[in-house]
C-alpha cells in the first residue's frame, strides 16, 4: 500500500511506525478510483452529528481544498475527516453537496491507495497524531507479524498481505491440529490412569473394637 500526502509530519509519523511507502503529492497520483482519501483539519467546521454542506461551501471554507482535493473527494472510493472525531464523508452528485457522517476509525484497505491530506501541512495536533497512529495500527501489528514470520522487516505490497494471511491461516491451522492432539492424547492418559486406577488391589481395613 502506498500513502501520498501534503504534510511533512504525517510522512514522518507513517515512517517512524511502519515500513510503508510514503510520497508526496507533488508526484504521479493514481487515477484509479481505489483511493482511501483522508482529511486532517481541526478548524473545518465542529459538530458531533450529521450535516450536509454545499460542494461551494466547502470550496469557499478551504479554498486549498480546490482542484485535487474536491475532485478526490467527489470521485474516491472512501473519504473521511477528522476533525476532533471520524466523519464519513459522502457526495451527493444530484445537490451537489457533501454529507458528513459521523463513524467509527477507518480502517484502511490495503489494496488501495491512500491520500492523506493536512490543512497545515507543517504541523500535526495531538488529536491528529493520535488519530494518525490508530489509523495506522493494523500496519504496525502487520510490520511486527511479518518480521516474525518473515524473518525481516518487508516493504509492503499487495502480495505481502496475501502471503501474511496465508501463513496466518496455516498457523491457525496448526494450532487447532495441535490443540486437538493434544486433547486426544489428555483424553488417553486420563483413560490408561483410571484403568490403573481400578486394577489397582483394594486394602484391607480391619476394625478393632474395644
Known sequence: MTFYTNSKDVKVVINSLTSLEVEPFDKHVPESRE???VLLDHDFF???NEHTVHAFNVFVRRPDWGGLILERMKTSHRVFLFERYWHQVR???AEHAFQFTPCSKPVLDARHTCLIHQTDNDFLMYEEREALKELLEP???GDKLATR???EQVRWVKTHYQELCLKMARLTLDMKEQKVAMEQLIKEWNEIKSQVED???RGCTFCTTV
Request: hydrophobic share 45%; proline share 6%; glycine share 6%.
Open 35 to 37: 483511493v482511501d482519501l
Open 46 to 48: 465542529y459538530a458531533d
Open 91 to 93: 457526495y451527493d452528485q
Open 139 to 141: 500496519f504496525i501489528v
Open 149 to 151: 514470520l518473515v524473518g
Open 199 to 201: 486394577e489397582e488391589p
